[in-house]
């Protein structure tokens, strides 16, 4: 790509901002310039400056909420939650820095030290996400400079202001510009930066067909760390539980919140049929009652519209591909204003219908039906992927079985499959990522662990297998 990369407004298609396509090369070049001064640093000094980091994003909380929700179409509350979150990661970020991967004092026989200490990797690349297109970078970057390694972050074409607006904060709380470098672009862009000889890994949040392709990609490089953090195709069973109204709003928090555009989001209910109608019935009244606008509209809506309008059609045409495959509408898909992506909840009945297992990254949920708890169980691990899964139930050994038997990486109870903590860690299995779960446990991919036997003077003897001499 050449020239400028321009993002338009989803809820209103008006033009947010503009950049000019970066220079794979010299933003890595940059980068490996300015590590080894950043993490010759002492940690008190990276810990400080990200701090700094935190207070001026506090400074420009406004503008920054702004910013992600024009370029998403989230509503304006939850881009505001979002920049909390990336306040808070720093926080977060320095006590798992101390607590997984500090320096330790390990027992060591002969009265030598043994030290346990951690070195960053190097120059790593950051490939971002739209959907929480500050959040899940942030959730990468911060770890990776505390821990002492520069990064080069392409933030996602869909939503690349704010990613741009991210790195402004990191380089005014004077993060030094070889630590922290932007690079503007799309796929191609992060292809190159993905196979570029200058970087020491990739951390990497998107879809499942993205990462196993760099999984590919990394396999001739075992030399570089590779984090995946992927989709999901999120199940929550609902079965024996007196209050249907609530399990109707859990369900329509997990399906719904972001448009359904969180990898968490629930895409299949599994319901016991003795419950279907009813809690079907609670569903369909709550989502008729769901306002669906744009970011900034009075009332506040629940969700905005999707990232565009190519992701718009093919949501609704996935909607009616299910219909062929012998789906039951139960509430259809609608796109009520016609050029732009806003779409309002689908939900279906697929219990008879041929079912693939692809993550609809959009307002859809499947519905299938059951009689048997362990049936549930198996619908529910009736996926590539393993992100989250949730029950909603009052029977505690419901649970237990639940927890016991389902392949999942977030496992739920009475709760949503979504609204992750980052004081956790985040991740799956499966087709949902490849055992480097981010969140709390980032700190472990941005740092290696180093094992030092130390003595301050050679003292050595060999007591035994010598012949006099
Ligand atoms: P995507 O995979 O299309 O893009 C992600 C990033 O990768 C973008 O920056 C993109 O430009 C880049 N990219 C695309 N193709 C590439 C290639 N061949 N080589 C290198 N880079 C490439 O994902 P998306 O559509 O932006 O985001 C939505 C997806 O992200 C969903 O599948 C969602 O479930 C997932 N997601 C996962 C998490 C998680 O933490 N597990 C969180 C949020 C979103
Ligand atoms: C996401 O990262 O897409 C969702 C996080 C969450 O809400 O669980």
Known sequence: MTGDLISTEPATGAALWRGPIGDVDAEVAAARAGWAAWAARPVTNRIETMRRFANVVRTKAEAFTDVIARDTGKPLWEAQAEVDSVIAKVDISVAAYSERTAQRRLDSPMGSRMALRHKPHGVLAVLGPYNFPAHLPNGHIVPALLAGNAVVFKPSEKAPAAGAFLIDCLRQAGIPEGCV??????????????????????????????????????????????????????????????????????????????????????????????????????????????????????????????????????????????MVQGGRPIRHIGRPVA??????????????????????????????????????????????????????????????????????????WNRPTNGASSSAPFGGIGWSGNHRPSAYYAADYCAYPVVSNESDAARATIGIGLRDG
């Open 339 to 412: 050029d732009r992506p806003f779409l309002t909840p689908g939900i279906i009945d697929m219990t008879t219908a041929a079912r693939g297992d692809v993550e609809l990254f959009g307002p859809i949920l499947q519905v299938i039906r059951t009689d048997d708890f362990d049936a549930a169980i198996e619908e529910a691990n009736n996926t590539r992927y393993g992100l989250s899964a949730s029950l909603v139930s009052q029977d505690p050994d419901l649970y237990d079985r639940f927890w016991a038997n389902a392949r999942a990486g977030i496992i739920n």
């Open 181 to 322: 470098r932007l690079l503007v672009g799309g796929p191609a862009e992060g292809k190159a930066l993905a196979g570029h000889p200058g970087i020491d890994g990739l951390l990497f949040t998107g879809s499942a067909a993205t990462g196993l392709a760099l999984n590919r990609q990394f396999a001739a490089h075992p030399e570089k760390i590779l984090a995946l953090e992927m989709g999901g195709n999120n199940p929550m069973i609902v079965w024996s539980t007196p209050d249907l109204h609530a399990a109707a709003v859990l369900v329509v928090q997990s399906a719904f919140a972001t448009a359904g555009q969180r990898c968490t989001a629930a895409r299949r209910l599994i319901v016991d049929n003795a419950l279907y109608e009813p809690l079907v019935a609670e569903i369909v009244k709550l989502a008729n009652r769901l306002i669906v606008g744009a970011p900034h509209d009075n009332p506040a809506p629940f969700m905005g519209p999707v990232i565009d309008n190519e992701t718009a059609d093919q949501l609704t045409e996935s909607f009616l591909a299910m």
